[in-house]
């Protein structure tokens, strides 16, 4: 192809087309007003001209055959499949017109306002839900509001809400690598993570291997085998759920061994002493009972991190999923604290969002700031789940879905009578138990769903369905962490679609109670991009990204000691004590337990034996695909191809008992629910454990009810369920440490 | 004429699919055909199990044909994103793979 005519616009990836949650930069190729192809940008310091298999598609993505391109109204029953295509106009004046009647019925908290995955969508979804008038910003069916923030909360709760930390691969360093501020760790535990599927929770996966390449060794925390394990020193293969086991065991031998870093605990670190009381429950002799993991090895591992200065955690997303997830994250925060990892070069680094600018307001703090203290906390009175969990209230504005789903069952306190349903598949991911919100959100009196394409939830629940566009096709911007982007409009809309940002600031200009003060959509992103000293054309200007200058707060390192985190300005934490809290001021008083410990899973071959003898495999879901985003991207032709079918991972003598060979059709079975999918025979799984990929659906089958995409054939999460929420509200649910049986399929065939 | 190549040093491939997938947009490829691809390497010892990858071009690669003309690297060596693909003449990469533990070097032209 000759290529060299091509337009060629720099810009950065988030949301919509590669899906994930981003920041690489890229090179979108237009020609005739069209996306040729998409590359990465090798002047980009994030990925450094690098992108993944999802990047690369999207071009498959954004000319689809099945992208929605108007707006539609549902003309048949739910479920029915008929659409009729109807103007913005009359698709907003609807929506106005029953959103306004809802609101004034029942009070505008009985609309639900829906998100999926943390991509640039925090922004738009909040702004149009505050404007409005209602508290319910939700991930539905998300049981334990298990992915990233137990993990942010327990950090807040430990070294501020100015205190989030990742492991350091110089992603905070322009020059990055060469930088001569950073150094690599010389450890990294890679903890419950598969670094190969891409750029979760905004970490590329890759600078892991860069830093390996530098000298950085490895120590992982895994049930399975993988690429990572393979090449790390030390492989703690414990059995899943147990991870807060496994952290508690790591600062008994760091603290009994007297391998803590003296200096940073008595000079930073409050209540060291108790949390020595606290650990002396978890030597590594009862760790093993509890873990499966030799006592020898978790001995080694935490010696060798704690010894190894500066050495460096980066975790997942089953961490939140953990029983008690916020307690595990709290555990896991305190081996980096008491080794004095934090803030420095090649240690777990503190990530704030690039030149102050907020585009995705994690925590109820960032809302106050963004939409005012007095709206956040007069509507936080009515948030579902906040009152019930001072955690839920006091740290991120989001509800509990755990409460929720009850409270759309119940009608209690108060009826759920609408939903705005963005980017977000409900049914077909990340919902725990999906048939069950499928029940209660049917009968819900109207929702809207805005996508890109057609799901098992938008089929099965849109009264109106709003098209999106994707990334090439927008304008946004971008802090999650660093550096400041920008991601620029290189062609038109396809069809009739719009932005979220677009069809938010219009939405809310038309319901908003107090006048809205934006124009248009880039006035609304400069305004924004001010607290950083710069807009939206400047940024393009300059290729798309800018780092924060030096001494800025969102640079790193020891801001701690140069006075950087708290508000007052003071050297230390932003904390009740100003210091990094091993024992936490914040969960105390927030009515728990300030200090971290074990929970067993509720269903797992200790907690319900009888239930193992019938279901003898533990079920873990939720591995990622490098060229999947979630319930994403099953219908790009490109990404499909390379992982075709829903698999069990299932270890090959376990399946060779079984009669199950290679590629077999069987049932994943448990007291909650039955899937089928593929037999992936290998000795990569435990012989105990089955691991299920989540969020699958096959978009090329029927779409109208009852089979909706197939998702109840092949949707994982068909057995999990809600209500294993912990006693924070957070993590505690069975999306990682379930149990299962295997089924074969007749011959194996279907 | 040189011949050139591509030297993939192996150990560092994690099996993310990202230079297939650059290779098939280069190319437009149809389902099933593509330049290089990417297979698992179960190896399963006594105490341990190893997860290696193994890319291998096909009788599809065309060494990036029309970049490498216009001075361009192929796109699955720019895309990589373990960055273990090297792009250059049979003989050079041939030296380099000297130093190269676990690699393998690919004429496919
Ligand atoms: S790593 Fe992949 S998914 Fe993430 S931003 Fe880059 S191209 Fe997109
Ligand atoms: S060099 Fe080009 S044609 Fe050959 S495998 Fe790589 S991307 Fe494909
Ligand atoms: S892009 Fe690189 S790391 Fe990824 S599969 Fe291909 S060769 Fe391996």
Request: proline share 6%; aromatic share 10%.
């Amino acid at each position: 192809m000759a290529k060299s005519t091509d337009q060629k616009i720099l810009s950065t990836l988030w949301s919509a087309g590669c899906g994930s949650h981003g920041g690489c930069g890229c090179e979108i190729f237009v020609k005739d007003g069209k996306v040729t192809r998409i590359e990465g940008d090798k002047n980009h310091p994030w990925n450094q001209g690098r992108l993944c298999a999802k990047g690369l598609a999207i071009t498959q993505y954004i000319y689809h055959k099945d992208r929605v391109l108007y707006p539609l109204k549902r003309v048949g029953e739910r479920g029915e499949g008929k659409w009729q295509r109807i103007s913005w106009e009359e698709a907003y004046g609807t929506i106005e017109t029953r959103l306004k009647d809802i609101r004034a019925k029942h009070g505008a908290e009985s609309v639900i306002f829906c998100q999926g995955t943390g991509r640039d969508i925090g922004g738009p979804i909040t702004f149009l839900m505050y404007a409005y008038g209602s508290p319910n910003w939700v991930q539905v069916g998300l049981a334990g509001h298990a992915c990233y923030t137990p993990r942010l909360g327990a950090m807040a709760a430990t070294l501020g809400p100015s205190g989030y930390c990742v492991a350091d691969c110089s992603q905070f360093l322009e020059e990055r690598y060469e930088s001569k501020e950073w150094t690599p760790p010389k450890y990294i535990i890679i903890w419950a993570q598969n670094f190969t599927a891409g750029c979760h929770d905004g970490f590329y996966g890759h600078w892991i291997v860069d830093c390996m390449k530098r000298g950085t060794k490895l120590i992982s925390i895994d049930p399975r085998s993988t690429w990572w394990t393979t090449r790390s020193e030390i492989h703690l293969q414990n059995r899943p759920g147990t991870d807060g086991a496994t952290a508690l065991g790591m600062l008994n031998v760091i603290i009994n061994e007297n391998l803590y870093d003296k200096k940073f605990v008595e000079k930073w670190c409050y209540g060291f002493e108790e949390l020595r009381k606290r650990v002396q429950e978890y030597p590594p002799e009862k760790v093993e009972q509890i873990t499966g993991v030799p006592a020898h090895l978790l001995r080694q591992a935490a010696k060798l991190y704690a010894t190894s200065k500066p050495s460096a955690i980066q975790w997942g997303e089953p961490v939140d999923a953990m029983p008690a997830g916020s307690v595990v994250s709290q555990a896991i925060t305190l081996l980096w604290c008491i080794t004095g990892n934090v803030d420095n070069p090649g240690g777990n680094v503190i990530a704030r969002n690039s030149h102050g600018v907020t585009t995705y307001p994690f925590s109820s703090a960032e809302l106050s700031e963004l939409y005012g203290v007095d709206l956040v906390k007069r509507l936080n009175e009515k948030r579902i789940g906040a009152n019930d969990y001072p955690m839920i209230k006091g740290f991120r504005g989001w509800v509990q879905p755990d409460v929720l789903i009850n409270q759309m069952e119940t009608g209690k306190p108060y009826p759920v009578k609408g939903a705005w349903i963005q980017t977000s598949n409900i049914i077909g991911g990340q919902a725990a138990d999906p048939r069950r919100h499928y029940n209660a959100m049917k009968k819900l009196d109207f929702i809207v769903c805005v996508d890109l394409f057609q799901t098992p939830t938008t089929m099965a629940l849109a009264d109106i369905f709003l098209p999106a566009v994707s990334i090439a096709e927008k304008e946004s911007f971008r802090t999650w962490w660093q550096p400041l982007g920008v991601s620029v409009k290189a062609i038109d809309a396809l069809g009739e679609c719009k932005s979220d940002w677009e069809i938010n600031l219009e939405m809310a200009k038309r319901l908003a109670t107090t006048p809205i003060k934006y124009n248009n959509v880039r006035e609304l992103i400069d305004s924004r991009l001010a607290a950083g000293n710069t807009n939206f054309e400047k940024l393009k200007a300059k290729g798309g990204w800018e780092f924060p200058p030096k001494g800025h707060p969102s640079r790193p390192y020891y801001r701690y000691e140069k006075g950087l985190l708290r508000k007052d300005g003071k050297p230390g934490f932003e904390t009740p004590t100003g210091k990094c809290e091993l024992y936490s001021k914040t969960f105390e008083e927030w009515g728990l337990d300030p200090l971290p410990y074990y929970e067993e899973p509720k269903e797992s071959p200790i907690a319900t034996p009888d239930l193992s003898k019938k279901y003898p495999f533990i079920l873990t879901t939720g591995r990622r695909s490098p060229v999947f985003f979630h319930s994403e991207l099953r219908m790009i032709p490109w990404l499909r191809e390379l992982d075709p079918w829903p698999v069990a991972e299932i270890n090959d003598k376990a399946a060779a008992s079984l009669g199950i060979e290679n590629n077999d059709w069987v049932y994943v079975e448990n007291m909650h629910g039955k899937i089928k999918v593929k037999a992936k025979v290998t000795p990569t799984a435990p012989a105990n454990v089955v691991t299920v990929p989540h969020g699958w659906w096959l978009p090329e089958t029927d779409g109208k009810a009852p089979n909706f995409f197939s998702t109840w054939d092949h949707n994982v999460n068909n057995l999990t369920t809600m209500g294993n929420q912990g006693k924070s509200g957070f993590g505690g649910t069975n999306y990682r440490s379930g149990l299962c049986r295997l089924v074969k399929i007749q011959g194996g065939k279907e | 004429m040189a011949r050139n190549g591509l030297l993939i040093q192996y150990e560092w491939c994690t099996g993310c699919h990202a230079c297939e997938v650059a290779c098939k947009q280069e190319h437009n490829y149809p389902a099933g055909v593509c330049g290089i691809k990417v297979v698992e390497v179960v190896n399963a010892g006594q105490d341990k199990v190893f997860v290696d990858f193994a890319p291998f071009t096909t009788r599809f690669c065309d060494l990036c044909a029309d970049r490498t003309k216009s001075g361009e690297e192929p796109t699955c060596v720019k895309h990589c994103q373990a960055t273990c693909i090297t792009y250059g003449t049979v003989a050079a990469l041939a030296k380099e793979q000297e130093k190269m533990p676990r690699s393998s070097l690919f004429a496919p032209k």
